[in-house]
């Protein structure tokens, strides 16, 4: 309400709440700067998975679509190895969370410990999702079969892409840190970091729980969205 | 010139030394639109010789050995794609937006130099790959630019092997490219504003700017999401949009895919790319008009509230390019009323741009002979909007010459003309010299009268019913002998368009060396970028201090002040205050 | 002073253009008129805004010129008025919507006695479906789709059998009576359009979309593909005859249904050889041509294609233009042939011999030619290879003077222009874009190396 208030002044008056020198003034500090891009970036990637998931849910409806879930020959039907998978960023993420505490109290080894950890755990995620693929491929759930399938591994790849480009920044931002000899700065990036892993981490639960729906599941949600 | 000390930096800028890290590696936001825009305008030149053949071959059929069906066809694409995304989306945004952005809210640079250097060498990596696609067996894709499945990547279109991929590998990297910058822009504006500059005293082009780049961001990643689909139809076999179908006599292996939810994605998309181009123009064009009617922009909060609303708007309404897609009918309703609905806000800039010019005192300067070229041009491509939005008319008017005129009217020539108002307006910033005025007026009335004489006869050829997209029209019975001469004459001044754009690329480089010193502030106008300490501005734009903004930036012809503006770094004096709000604003 | 004149000419020039203009709304045929009305509204509508903004722009552009002595005036806002104009554009908002949406609600509600019609697209042709006696069409999936069955239909519908099948691009309609046109496409989007008709729909692959209109005035209209659909989309015309009742039923007593198309036997091997006897004084024994009496080879042509030519020739389609002298010779000789099953049985003999080696007469610059022959390899395949669907014949092993006279002759219209040759008529277009003799020695050199 307040972006409508501001909507609302008369900029050519020079009395009242609109004085002479600035009101909204915060200097363009980086690390606030930082925050405020990462909130549009985190806007930016659920708009495209919002995307993929509504034309996940219109594709649907066709009646060629096979959902992976709800029949005993289906894969996810017991989606026990998604759950390690689950596990394994779900550790990644607490782990990051654990840095940025250590480097908030200034331990260094704590940093080192959560970051180091979190970045195995990540990879072993990414490991375990490629080896997922292998095991699908292995009992004939090829990417062209059904559309279902052919969601299933585009998104997981996408989101596996993100978590790469997130790796890459994480990296970046250490070796900046290390390289300046400048622990104490960690903090703030580090902080955006696991915000974005924790991010990450919801997007691929809600992946999970559609790309494991039953048929019924996902012909409610898509009665819901109108297809 | 009032500036107070401030320790404004956490960053510090680093000044740089070498060539190489001034004009190549550089991260000063100036260096860094000008390599966009000359980018931009590099491959809008590729364009516009593209559009050039296709006149040729519309104008005057069964004469160019050269222009085959095929090649045609990716003229057509090209030409499109080229100019949407490649030059307008760019040159606004990644050129002017990188420029003035910085400079009109009072910073020193973009908040993220680095990233927005990488942003131009991706966008240059983008443009590379695409004309990458001229090179390549098959040439480059010639579905349109709309890219419609699943002719784009079936084999009865050209390029449907390598040119469509590379065509959408171009456009992922491209949003990557304009990610990164649209990052930087928001936070720039949101974050970067020095003091004083609250949001209702920004000017009108970085609201413009500013919310084009938010519909970037919210837009661009429908193209991605539709872009990454279709690669995988085209490479895996997916069958996003793929239904069963028999191509060219052969039974392919897809089946129940939706061709048109790849056309629901790329419009949601496409309609508020309509207005990331539309918006900053509407912004540049308001400031050239107030400097140089000498006047303050009518109705500035109806100005913002209608670039706010329209941006908003352009989300819902974009199924009204599918009236006749065969989507649900009954959607028809509600898009034509949204459709309609946005024509109001847009309306409203109208007037409040003719009201602007009204009791003004009006400098026709070549800057403002193009921005009142914009008026008369967006009136005449909005109205005719009108009957394109209007789901009944669109009827027998879609994929016909109306629907091309058009959008050419409103979505070429209009942001074309501010694109070269805005050129000339800040020329002299730029370079620090004034342009070449008899050259730029020859350059507006060819540019003008010419492409009103290309555009308003192609609508009366688009109602006799002549299709868009066809090589040849041919024979047919309704079609009378007089429209071929009517498209040999619309050849002919799209031509002489084409060729008078030479003045204004000669007149750019001439002045560049030849034109008289501009000063400071040649035009006596009130925005923040005119008072920088050095013209053009150096590297950190404002010296030691940064400005302080004590008004808004349209104090032109103030009651009670003798000079007919006062800058936005000026403070507020007793005789102002004396002389009392006017009429009408306490209301 | 001169921006204020052009302005004001600029305006009138538009209105006196608009009123002066030979090129407009081609004259209805259909029940629409509703949209021409709707179109005029929004015409003086907006007719009224640009004359009103742009010439109050030029006033005051003449009235506020600059003058060193003035200072404009300051005014940042004024409610009331931007709150009036707000209201006025609004209404005139709603008089145009307001029409719009009651003709749309119209639009997608077809009368419930409109009669059904299939429109089938596929690259680049249109062919229709009537539902025959029991007035139900018959199932149909693209999985059927072959070369016996170009429509898809099913096997296991039986409502088929009685459905009137039209390959020929010209599609027959009864005056006054409403129709539904149910719209399908074989492969990529396509759009069916008739200017006259001014309503049209895009034809979408997977799925069947609709468009009603009446026809109110008999003729011959063309059908054009509004939707890009590849290469020749240009090329891509039928034709909607508007008939009385009489002729239309006519009409319809000619053409095959599913089950006469089924019942049809292939061609007799004997019998076609029997009936070549008169042709081989021209075009040889083997079916291989000859030069000197300007007679194309023939032997192992489809004989889809074979006897579609006969067929032309025969009615006039083909032969009949009077620079066709060659054409002219052969449309007699045709008419030897009695009747449908002699034609299927010459085309499917000429199919069984074998192909002649011949020599090429043509010197070209072949890595010229297959630069053109990209567009033609769109139908003909790219080892010209011919395809049936596509109705496109081989070119490899044909006599290349022999294509060097057709071009020629499509591009002077004296192949093709017969406006019930579909595909020479889209041969007319395609022809046209080789400009030169030289550019059709390129690519005919090119054909040879294929």
Known sequence: MKFFKTLGTKPWLHDGDVGAVAVDYSGPHIDAASRIALRFILVVVSVIFFLFIITFLARSQYPDFEALSGAPWQPFTDPSRLWINTALLALASAAMQLGVSGARQGKLNMTVTGISSAVCFTVLFIVAQLDLWMHLQSMGFYINSNPANSYFYMLTAIHGLHIMGGLIVLTNVVFRVWYDNSPESLGAPLQLCTTYWHFLLGVWLVLFALLTSRPETINALAAMCGF | MQNVAIADQTVELHDPQTFITKYVWSQDHKVIAIQYSLTAIFVGLVALVLSGLMRLQLGFPDTFDFITPSSYLQFVTMHGMIMVVYLLTALLLGGFGNYMIPLMIGARDMVFPFMNMLSFWVYLLSVIVLMASFFVPGGPTGAGWTLYPPQAILEGTPGSDWGIILMLVSLAIFIVAFTMGGLNYVTTVIQARTHGMTMMRMPLTIWGIFTATILGLLAFPALLVSAIMMLFDKILGTSFFMPALVSLGENLDYSGGSPVLFQHLFWFFGHPEVYIVALPAFGMVSDVLATHARKNIFGYRMMVWAIVGIGGLSFVVWAHHMYVSGMHPAFGFFFATTTLIIAVPTAIKVYNWVLTLYRGNIQLTVPMLFAIGFIFTFTHGGLTGLFLGNVTIDLPLSDTYFVVAHFHMVMGVSPVMVLFAAVYHWYPLFTGRMFNEKLGKAHFWLTFLGAYAVYLPMHYIGLLGVPRRYFAMGTTDFIPESAFTLNASITVSALIVGLSQLIFLYNLFWSLRYGKPAGHNPWGATSLEWQTPDVPPHHGNWGKELPVVYRWAYDYGVPGVEQDFIPQNHPVTDAEHTAGEPEGSKA | ?450
């Open chain 3, 1 to 450: 002073m001169n921006l204020v004149i052009s302005l004001v000419l600029l305006v009138v020039g538009s209105l006196l253009f608009h009123w002066l203009s030979p090129w407009q709304l081609t004259p209805l045929a259909s029940n629409w008129g509703a949209i021409d009305t709707t179109i005029d509204i929004t015409l003086v509508i907006t007719g009224v805004v640009f004359v009103a903004v742009n010439l109050f722009m030029a006033y005051a552009i003449f009235r506020y010129r600059f003058n060193s002595a003035r200072k404009s005036h300051y005014e940042p806002e004024n409610k009331k008025l931007e709150v009036w104009l707000t209201a006025i554009t609004a209404v005139g908002v709603i008089g145009m919507l307001a029409p719009g949406l009651v003709v749309w609600a119209d639009f997608v509600d077809p009368p419930d006695d409109a009669h059904e019609v299939e429109i089938v697209g596929a690259q680049w042709q249109w062919h229709y479906r009537l539902p025959g006696d029991d007035g139900v069409l018959g199932e149909v999936d693209a999985r059927y789709i072959g070369p016996d069955n170009p429509f898809g239909m099913s096997p296991n519908d039986d409502a088929g059998l009685d459905d009137v099948l039209i390959t020929s691009n010209e599609l027959h309609l009864p005056i006054d009576k409403p129709v539904k046109a149910l719209l399908r496409s074989k492969d990529v989007l396509h759009d069916f359009a008739v200017p006259q008709f001014r309503v049209k729909m895009d034809l979408v692959p997977g799925t069947v979309t609709y468009v009603w209109f009446t026809p109110t005035r008999t003729g011959k209209f063309d059908i054009l593909c509004m939707e890009l659909c590849g290469i020749a989309h240009y090329t891509m015309r039928g034709y909607v005859v508007v008939d009385t009742d009489e002729d239309f039923d006519d009409w319809l007593g000619q053409q095959q249904t599913w089950q006469d198309i089924q019942s049809e036997g292939p061609g007799d091997l004997v019998a076609g050889k029997a009936a070549y006897g008169v042709c081989s004084a021209c075009h040889g024994q083997q079916g291989e041509g000859n030069f000197a009496l300007n007679a194309p080879a023939l032997a192992g042509l489809p004989a889809w294609y074979t006897s579609r030519e006969l067929n032309y020739y025969k009615a006039g389609i083909r032969g009949a233009h009077e620079k066709d002298t060659y054409g002219k010779q052969m449309a007699p000789m045709a008419n030897t042939l009695v009747d449908d099953a002699a034609v299927r049985d010459v085309a499917a003999y000429l199919e069984s011999l074998p192909t002649v080696n011949l020599e090429s007469t043509i010197a070209g610059d072949a890595s010229k030619g297959a630069s053109h022959y990209v567009t033609c390899g769109a139908c003909h395949g790219a080892q010209a290879q011919g395809r049936y669907a596509l109705q496109a014949p081989r070119l490899a092993g044909q006599s290349d003077w022999y294509l060097k006279r057709q071009l020629k002759s499509f591009r002077l219209g004296i192949r093709g222009a017969h406006k019930q040759d579909a595909y020479g008529h889209q041969m007319v277009l395609m022809a046209r874009s080789l400009q030169n003799e030289q550019s059709i020695d390129d690519l005919l050199a090119y054909v040879n190396t294929l």
